[in-house]
């Protein structure tokens, strides 16, 4: 789980020995039993991995996008290896609207995270 925590990270551009960016890069897995992944009704015996990163708008562009996809491949090919005809993962990269970030009871822009992860604004 480390290792996709920081390729988010990275393709943030937060400096991984930040205390404040590993405090705000959260991750968790659902793992289903056995048997409840189906595919066009099939139960499958090795279901792939659904990979979903939320970023507020605007923390990727591009370039950054682009790479992390590739690293959570690697990452995914890495530890379950590829399947046969098919694929091992969906990586699904979602953005926040900025202003829509809040906790605590106080919204977030794209400004006070990146502050908060000691990003440097490009």
């Given at each position: 789980?480390?290792?996709?925590?920081?390729?988010v990270?990275k393709?943030?551009?937060?400096?991984?020995?930040?205390?404040?960016?590993?405090?705000l890069?959260?991750?968790?897995?659902?793992?289903?039993?056995?048997?409840?992944?189906?595919?066009?009704?099939t139960?499958l015996?090795?279901?792939?991995?659904r990979?979903?990163v939320?970023?507020?708008?605007?923390?990727?562009?591009?370039?950054?996008?682009?790479?992390?996809?590739?690293?959570?491949g690697?990452?995914?090919?890495?530890?379950?290896?590829?399947?046969?005809d098919?694929?091992?993962?969906?990586?699904?990269?979602?953005?926040?609207?900025?202003?829509?970030?809040?906790?605590a009871?106080?919204?977030?822009?794209?400004?006070?995270?990146?502050?908060?992860?000691?990003?440097?604004?490009?």
């Open positions: 789980m480390s290792q996709l925590s920081n390729a990270l393709a943030e551009r937060a400096p991984l020995d930040s205390a404040g960016a590993q405090s890069v959260w991750a968790h897995f659902n793992e289903k039993p056995e048997g409840a992944f189906y595919v066009g009704g139960p015996e090795k279901p792939p991995f990979i979903a939320t970023t507020p708008q605007g923390a990727l562009n591009d370039e950054t996008r682009t790479s992390l996809v590739a690293e959570i690697r990452i995914v090919d890495d530890v379950v290896g590829p399947y046969e098919r694929l091992n993962h969906w990586a699904m990269l979602y953005e926040v609207n900025d202003g829509g970030w809040a906790g009871g106080q919204v977030f822009r794209l400004g006070d995270i990146q502050q908060a992860m000691d990003i440097k604004a490009a």
